[in-house]
């Protein structure tokens, strides 16, 4: 059975979510910072798609694992929906919020979590809310400038800068403008949106705040051909994961960012796995 967020943000077709001595159905949800839509029927996991990607990137995994109701989070201003409140200022910080909000609203349990890229970020912090049961982080590091090389302190700056290039040039919205376009699932996705998450990771570090993470933590990443180069990639993201105990490193490869599109059955079965079978 499926659900949706009506365009204004609103939760259609709830769910009776079972509960000792009757059902009780979740309230409605308005948001103009997200959209979810729930599909399937099971345990709760929520999917949190990257940069500028929108719910489709997930399309591959929800028919690969039908025992689950999935709630896919769309962030607004990417792929096609409209920015409304993410058009101006923060995004990273205030999607958290919201999607915590959205589990509060949905009556979910601690849900798992699973995200991508961005969506990593977003799946960490609400590990760090505890208002997540379990967290798959799919190709991030838990410092953002760290994916490009840089750190908080140095790209951050940078990122500040970038941002308003792109978004207060012509020159500068004409190339972010075509690199969404090019973007595999990025297409309609506002450049404002972009440029200000964007800049908004540069300046996340969440390694500091990892050993109060106190649930189960697993993390997929891309590795290619390259011997030499995987060793590299698997120390950085062991280096990077060290201060939560006990964190599952699953290196796939060869694979690109896009992990769960480049190797889907590899990946279906590590989900599986990390939900319970």
């Not at 995200?115 to 798959?136: D, F, I, N, Q, W």
């Not at 090019?182 to 908004?200: M, T």
């Amino acid at each position: 059975m499926a659900y949706r967020i009506d365009r204004r943000g609103v939760l259609l077709g709830v769910a009776a979510l079972g509960v000792s001595g009757g059902a009780r159905a979740a309230a409605p949800f308005a948001s103009r910072r997200i959209a979810v839509t729930v599909r399937g029927s099971g345990a709760d996991v929520l999917l949190i798609p990257g940069l500028a990607s929108g719910p489709g990137a997930w399309s591959g995994v929800v028919a690969a694992l039908p025992a689950y109701r999935f709630h896919l989070v769309q962030v607004r201003g990417f792929a096609g929906l409209g920015a409304e409140a993410n058009a101006s200022g923060a995004v990273v910080q205030p999607v958290a919020d919201e999607i915590a909000r959205y589990i509060g609203a949905a009556g979910l349990r601690r849900p798992s979590v699973v995200g991508h890229s961005m969506g990593g970020t977003l799946a960490m912090m609400l590990g760090l809310k505890e208002m997540a049961g379990r967290v798959m982080v799919v190709d991030m590091l838990p410092a953002g400038a760290a994916m490009v090389g840089g750190t908080a302190s140095g790209l951050g700056f940078l990122a500040n800068q970038l941002g308003g290039y792109l978004t207060g040039t012509a020159a500068g919205r004409r190339y972010l403008a075509q690199m969404v376009a090019q973007a595999p699932g990025a297409q309609g996705s506002d450049p404002d949106v972009i440029a200000n998450a964007l800049r908004d990771l540069a300046n996340v570090d969440l390694e500091p705040q990892l050993p109060r993470l106190s649930v189960p933590l697993e993390v997929v990443y891309a590795v290619g051909d390259d011997a030499q180069m995987n060793a590299a990639i698997n120390a950085r993201f062991r280096t990077a994961y060290a201060g939560k105990k006990g964190t599952a490193l699953r290196p796939i490869g060869p694979s690109g960012h896009m992990v769960m599109r480049d190797q889907p059955a590899r990946f279906a079965a590590l989900l599986k796995a990390f939900l319970g079978g």
